[in-house]
T-cell receptor, first 117, second 117 residues
């Protein structure tokens, strides 16, 4: 089945640790996104990538890093510089190609719940 | 910068009745897309309906329809014949049509909808 997978489902981090959240898609989508969800605040954009080997900061990029070495993968690293990382993290992808009927639609993965111990 | 506002943190509806969720947005752009996403307790984001700003006709998807008022920058979601499975968090989202915006979504804070049997 085509879709987006995120792993792990639950992740625990100790103070001072870096952790990496995985996001993989087999939809052949060009664009990929990372969002953070906190209670009462909706989703906020962390980073996004429109093509391989290129990515841009979103609204809350501080304390996070990403890479886009392959079209299907867009891992997010939560560094120790992120002071309040406890949240639900959602990865999404989009065709990114005008003319495709769903090109302006984003498809979401199931999410990763990160908790700081 | 664009903003999206959902002024109803919680809404409740009786099963089989109709409910309307409100969304307003602020933008200086003339071409954009608007979306309603549903997030059930599983936390999987599901696209409910989308509207292209250049289209005057309101979008409909089965029991879901929107009232798009471009001049008023309003985008409400109407759910008819509400079902227990409609209970979820609903997010309104904005996407610029400008290519340099990367296709990112800007979300409102969400409205928690409960359905009473």
């Amino acid at each position: 089945d085509g879709g987006i997978t995120q792993s792990p489902k639950y992740l625990f981090r100790k103070e001072g640790q870096n952790v990496t959240l995985s996001c993989e898609q087999n939809l052949n989508h060009d664009a990929m996104y990372w969002y953070r969800q906190d209670p009462g605040q909706g989703l906020r954009l962390i980073y996004y990538s429109q093509i391989v080997n290129d990515f841009q900061k979103g609204d809350i990029a501080e304390g996070y890093s990403v890479s886009r070495e392959k079209k299907e993968s867009f891992p997010l690293t939560v560094t120790s510089a992120q002071k309040n990382p406890t949240a639900f993290y959602l990865c999404a992808s989009s065709p990114g190609v005008a003319g495709v009927p769903s090109y302006n639609e984003q498809f979401f993965g199931p999410g990763t719940r990160l908790t700081v111990l | 910068a664009q903003t999206v506002t959902q002024s109803q943190p919680e809404m409740s509806v009786q099963e089989a009745e109709t409910v309307t969720l409100s969304c307003t947005y602020d933008t200086s752009e003339s071409d954009y897309y608007l979306f309603w996403y549903k997030q059930p307790p599983s936390r999987q984001m599901i696209l409910v309906i989308r509207q292209e700003a250049y289209k005057q006709q309101n979008a409909t998807e089965n029991r879901f329809s929107v009232n798009f008022q471009k001049a008023a920058k309003s985008f409400s979601l109407k759910i008819s014949d509400s079902q227990l499975g409609d209970a979820a968090m609903y997010f309104c989202a904005y996407r610029s049509a400008q290519g340099n915006q990367g296709g990112k979504l800007i979300f409102g804070q969400g409205t928690e909808l409960s359905v009473k049997p």
